[in-house]
């Protein structure tokens, strides 16, 4: 079973929807968690992280963790046409050196 | 991009042949990371480096050579390329892992025909 789990997708919404990515994850010692956004042939861009459970909110995208689940998720409202790219979940620990990782989820937003 | 620069940007080379690439940053992190990225597969860690001289393995080392030695820079070297080391590599970057952010290059592509 991999650490970090995600749906590929791809998902495809309508513009102006609201859209759901999640990721789930099994080390119960995951502390900090992130979204990254990947445009094709680019390299992925940090959109968020949080730190244990909670909300954060950032303009039009809310993360959110919910540990006792092993849950996160990633809400975006509003959604544009430039949203459409690759979302990669990824968490660490507060010791240790190394990054985890989801598959990604490519979603597409049509005009 | 954080101040990180990758080079080549891509790459075409033949089986068999030393490749090596190269990460460079202006942010002075301590840590840097080698990526491969693939279709199924996602990010997948092959080196990093915790500081100057100081690495380690990660999920796919095998055919993979790493080198620091300077803060600012992070060679990923494939001692004999083999077609399965096609693929997208991407450098990363964080200050501290505690810390939460990790900061990708734009990548290299490289093919190995």
């Known amino acids: 079973q991999k650490e970090v789990e995600q749906d590929p997708g791809p998902l495809s919404v309508p513009e102006g929807a609201i859209v759901s990515l999640n990721c789930t994850y099994s080390?119960?010692?995951?502390?900090?968690f992130m979204w990254y956004r990947q445009y094709s042939r680019k390299g992925p861009e940090l959109l968020m992280y949080t730190y244990s459970s909670g909300n954060k909110e950032d303009g039009r995208f809310t993360a959110q963790v919910d540990k006792s689940s092993k849950y996160i998720s990633l809400f975006i409202r509003d959604s544009q046409p430039s949203d459409s790219a690759t979302y990669l979940c990824?968490?660490?620990?507060?010791?240790?050196?190394?990054?985890?990782f989801g598959t990604g989820t490519s979603l597409t937003v049509i005009p | 991009d954080a101040g990180i620069t990758q080079s080549p940007r891509h790459k075409v080379t033949e089986t068999g042949t030393p490749v090596t690439l190269r990460c460079h940053q202006t942010?002075?992190?301590?840590?840097m990371y080698w990526y491969r990225q693939d279709p199924g597969h996602g990010l997948r860690l092959i080196h990093y480096?915790?500081?100057?001289?100081?690495?380690d393995k990660g999920e796919v080392s095998d055919g993979y050579s790493v080198s620091r030695s300077k803060t600012e820079d992070f060679l990923l070297t494939l001692e004999s390329a083999t077609s399965s080391q096609t693929s997208v590599y991407f450098c990363?970057?964080?200050?501290?892992?505690?810390?939460?952010?990790?900061?990708f290059g734009p990548g290299t592509r490289l093919t190995v025909t």
């Open positions: 080390n119960s010692a995951f502390q900090y």
């Open positions: 942010e002075n992190h301590r840590y």
């Open positions: 990824a968490m660490n620990l507060l010791t240790g050196n190394q990054f985890y």
């Open positions: 480096s915790y500081g100057v001289k100081d690495t």
């Open positions: 990363a970057i964080s200050e501290s892992v505690g810390q939460g952010e990790q900061y």
